[in-house]
């Protein structure tokens, strides 16, 4: 046990030691929390949009003032002609147009009906169908205006947004962003602490000592789940305070999940440490395989139940999504153990099963 | 010139060698890139929703049908008390519920009008507003159903409407596989560029293999040609097979000229690479410059563009975005692929590249000290 405290205390010097990479370390999360807090949205608003309005009516300037008022969008262009329409979206400048049909209040008060042209540029689809979206809310609000004497009975929609009143993009970057860093530092970290051993030569020094190989491969974790967990309690706090984010939950089930997660990532940065022999191969494993999908697959941006059946059984396998899911529930929705118990019983079952996979492949002799 | 081919030559062997690293380079992104353009979308197709309805009216219930009858909602439960159906949505089971108050429709008879609440699962900002979105029009659209069925004959004729026409250009169908491929690919063959390059110099410095170089004659010039060269050949030929692949398997449009978006490309990758060179020089450890690219990776990444829209972001950041390479290339690609743009169309975002390129090499080669 003494020897095993030496070798932990070794192991948080050659940490301590390289400032530069604590300091990456720890800024990061706190930077990249800061600059995604404030600056991503998935609401989107200020979407630039082109008007051809021939007619320059009371009708057509009323809607036109209701769309640009919304928020949602500003006007970058009066197009002169409908030609005009392909050029800029084609210079990339306007990502819908509005086209008014000539004479337009004129030819509703006659026949009742005129008509109304919206084009998105779908070559951003998800943009295109939530632009047009807003624009056909709110010309069905203008024509229920204007009708309202006729309509004899109208039921009229309230909403109300559970959990996030303000629809902020933070709710969703804290526990994407958790799930993405502590991943990073507790997978990466540990995959290449051991196999920089191997590459310099020094895992052979080690393995002839009196340690056994299992202390040593724990003596090596120690210090990463302790920054990770310091990495998370810094997200948490600044989440909090800078962005107001709430914990509804209990703070000790939070903390409790993070901690198992972080097991989860070690165990992974174990196996793949056992499989590699250089940390390039070892980082780019890590790397190219589990950021897109720890980004695309979890639930971190795209909502998991919106994809197709067989990519929602990858998603499945992917213990981001796992930990997002927890996170959320216990700090948003104020759930406790009792929600959440599947998700935490599955990551402990990921945490067990790259455990036992690493011990299998584990080699106490190099190559 | 010799020079240079030989240090070529030299790291694609050292690349090569390993053969871990042809499956990493080539095969796991490809993969990734199949399964990943289906991740992305906002394509609200089964929105799970609860209805309390006390009322059991006709009205109600015929409001209720509609929803059901829409393919974008899936009735998942019906309930008398609010109190259950919130209980549902803290259990992550709906993500809306249409909750409609006692006596709807005797109000409604009454007093001309009576409210329906939607109350809407916002932890996720966009879907929220769709779902906000899609549920307003189907109520609206289900109040002039009932005001044309209602008063049949004068007037409704009198009733003022709008006939909008919506249309989507370059994409009528929506299909965001045709958007994704080509981000995707980008982003694939970004982080394979910056990781390639990013470890390389670093790794000789923790090797002690840079010693032997430093004491070649080779000038710093041609150490650094030497050393993007290789990966921007490997790099090309990625984007080249991940686009046969979009091609062959999402059947992607190429309106515009193809080489164009290769010349994009090219500039493009001496940013990405010379980028991860500058990172290498600078670090100490491979650990080091990995966390320091993983840094850029993420804030490239999610400031592209690709997954949420730019000018949603505050000004200042779109100010800042502007250092973001990834950002240009994911527009040109989407410009040239989708829209066929001209060269006239991009020129702005190409020469910005260019420009870039230009700064980032020079910053790379000055760095290089051949001192350890």
């Known amino acids: 046990m003494k020897r095993f405290g030496a070798f932990v205390v070794k192991e948080f010097y050659h940490i301590f030691r390289d400032y530069r990479t604590l300091l990456i370390l720890f800024g ?26 021939p007619s320059k009516d009371v009708v057509t300037r009323t809607i036109s003032d209701k769309i640009l008022s919304s928020g949602y969008f500003i006007l970058e262009r009066n197009l002169n002609n409908v030609a005009e329409i392909e050029d800029a979206f084609r210079y990339g400048e306007v ?67 559970m959990y996030n009143g303000e629809l902020k993009g933070v709710y969703m970057f804290v526990p994407g962003l958790m799930a993405m860093l502590l991943m990073l530092i507790s997978a990466l970290m540990t995959s290449l602490a051991i196999t920089r051993e191997k590459e310099l030569g020094t895992m052979e020094l080690l393995l002839v000592s009196p340690l056994q190989p299992v202390q040593i491969i724990i003596g090596k974790v120690f210090p990463y789940v302790f920054l990770a967990f310091i990495d998370a309690i810094i997200i948490l706090i600044l989440a909090n305070t800078v962005f107001h984010v709430p914990v509804l939950g209990s703070v000790s089930l939070l903390l409790g999940e993070s901690f198992l997660y972080i097991c989860m990532a070690l165990s992974l940065g174990i196996l793949i440490s056992t499989i590699t022999s250089s940390q390039q191969i070892a980082m780019m494993v890590s790397l190219v395989a589990l950021m897109l999908p720890t980004i695309l697959l979890s639930g971190f941006i795209f909502p998991v139940e919106n994809m197709p059946w067989i990519l929602q059984a990858f998603c499945y396998v992917m213990p981001p999504k796992y930990f997002i899911t927890i996170i959320k529930s216990i700090m948003l929705q104020g759930n406790g153990l009792a929600n959440v118990w599947h998700e935490t019983l599955i990551l402990l079952g990921f945490t067990l099963f790259f455990l036992i996979l690493s011990i299998k492949k584990f080699n106490i002799r190099l190559a | 010139m010799r020079t240079i081919r030989y240090i070529v030559q030299k790291e694609f062997l050292q690349v090569f060698r390993d053969k871990a690293m042809l499956p990493i380079i080539f095969l796991v992104p490809i993969v990734q890139l199949i399964i990943l353009v289906n991740a992305a979308t906002f394509d609200m197709k089964h929105i799970r929703m609860s209805v309390v309805d006390p009322d059991l009216s006709a009205t109600s219930r015929g409001l209720v049908q509609k929803f059901g009858g829409s393919p974008f909602y899936q009735i998942k439960h019906f309930t008398f008390s609010y109190q259950e159906a919130v209980a549902q949505m803290q259990q992550g089971k709906v993500d809306l519920i249409l909750n409609i108050p006692a006596g709807f429709e005797k ?80 982003l694939l063959v970004t982080i394979i560029g910056l990781l390639l390059s990013g470890m390389n110099i670093v790794r000789e410095k923790e090797i002690g293999t840079i010693e032997q170089i430093n004491v070649t004659p080779v000038v710093k010039i041609q150490f650094i040609a030497g050393k993007l060269i290789p990966f921007w050949i490997i790099s090309i030929f990625e984007l080249a097979f991940g686009l046969s692949i979009g091609k062959l398997l999402f059947n992607i449009p190429i309106e515009g000229n193809l080489w164009l978006i290769f010349l994009s490309a090219s500039v493009y990758l001496f940013v990405i690479l010379a980028f991860g060179l500058l990172i290498s020089t600078i670090t100490h450890t491979q650990q080091q410059s990995m966390l320091i690219s993983f840094f850029f990776m993420v804030v490239f990444i999610l400031m592209s563009g690709l997954f949420t829209s730019i000018e949603s972001m505050p000004q200042w950041a779109q100010t800042l975005d502007k250092l973001n390479p990834l950002m240009y290339f994911i527009r040109i690609m989407r410009m040239v692929l989708l829209k066929g743009s001209t060269f006239a169309d991009i020129s702005r975002y190409f020469w910005a590249l260019v420009i870039y390129a230009f700064f980032i090499v020079t910053l790379a080669i000055w760095r290089y000290r051949k001192v350890a």
């Open chain 1, 28 to 53: 990061m999360p706190a930077v990249q929390l800061m600059l995604f807090g404030y600056v991503i949205t998935n609401e989107i608003k200020d979407a630039r949009i082109a008007i051809y309005d």
């Open chain 1, 95 to 161: 990502g819908l147009a509005i086209i008014f049909e000539p004479e337009f209040a004129k030819k509703m008060e006659k026949t009742g009906t005129a008509h109304l042209q919206v084009i998105g540029d779908a070559s951003d689809p998800n943009t295109a169908n939530i632009l047009v979206n807003y624009v056909s809310g709110i010309i069905s609000n203008y024509l229920i205006s204007i009708n309202s004497e006729k309509i004899p009975h109208q039921i009229i929609p309230e909403t109300r947004m």
């Open chain 2, 107 to 186: 109000t409604l008879m009454k007093e001309n009008q009576a409210t329906a609440q939607f109350v809407i699962n916002a932890i996720n900002g966009a879907s929220a507003g769709l779902i906000n979105a899609y549920s307003t029009i189907i109520l609206l659209d289900y109040n002039r159903q009932t005001a044309l069925a209602n008063n049949s004959g004068s007037t409704t004729s009198s009733l003022r409407n709008i006939l909008t026409e919506y249309s989507y250009w370059y994409n009528p169908e929506l299909n965001y596989k045709t958007y994704m491929v080509p981000g995707i690919l980008v």
